[in-house]
């Protein structure tokens, strides 16, 4: 009797996994950057395969934009093989220190359904409007020539 509930228990839990969501892809790294070089700043979410993405899908990544309450939307088609997916916000500005800005990692199937999700977010230690307005570097120039009014 107690084998046969336990046969009957494992079968139950095996087939649990069959019909609910699937992982497909994780936050494997990420966060907010300033290019020094062109003074600019992004949010960068990169998204791990952890199982073969189906075909047709789209890696989706939707950003906090600060001050504003729409996201950024980002995509990337999936692609076979293709194990990392790193996508970029557009050039941020009013970045505020200790404020929280989140990042969604979407999978979309081909029929516009989402299949997977994962979240976080990412906070500066610094206002943006500390950091050099100005590129510290011509970016035009080889070699990447100082422009000394910056520094």
């Known amino acids: 009797m107690v ?3 336990i046969v009957v228990l494992a079968l ?8 609910g969501p699937k992982d497909y892809l994780k936050i494997a790294g990420g966060g907010l950057t300033f290019n020094y070089r062109y003074s600019q700043a992004t949010m960068v979410v990169v998204g791990k395969q952890v199982s073969p993405l189906p075909e047709g899908a789209t890696v989706t990544a939707l950003f906090d ?3 504003k309450t729409e996201r950024e939307r980002v ?3 999936a692609m076979a093989g293709k194990l990392n997916y790193k996508l970029e916000s557009s050039y941020l500005s009013g970045i505020k220190k200790g404020v929280p800005l989140k990042v969604t990692l979407l999978l979309v199937g081909k029929d516009g359904k989402e299949l997977d999700r994962d979240e976080t977010q990412y906070t500066s230690d ?3 409007d500390q950091l050099p307005s100005s590129p510290l570097v011509d970016p035009s120039k080889p070699n990447y020539v100082p422009q000394l009014e910056n520094l």
């Open 3 to 5: 084998k046969r509930a």
């Open 12 to 19: 139950g839990l095996a087939a649990c996994g069959e019909d």
């Open 65 to 67: 934009i600060p001050g």
């Open 75 to 77: 995509e990337r088609p």
């Open 126 to 128: 610094v206002d943006q």
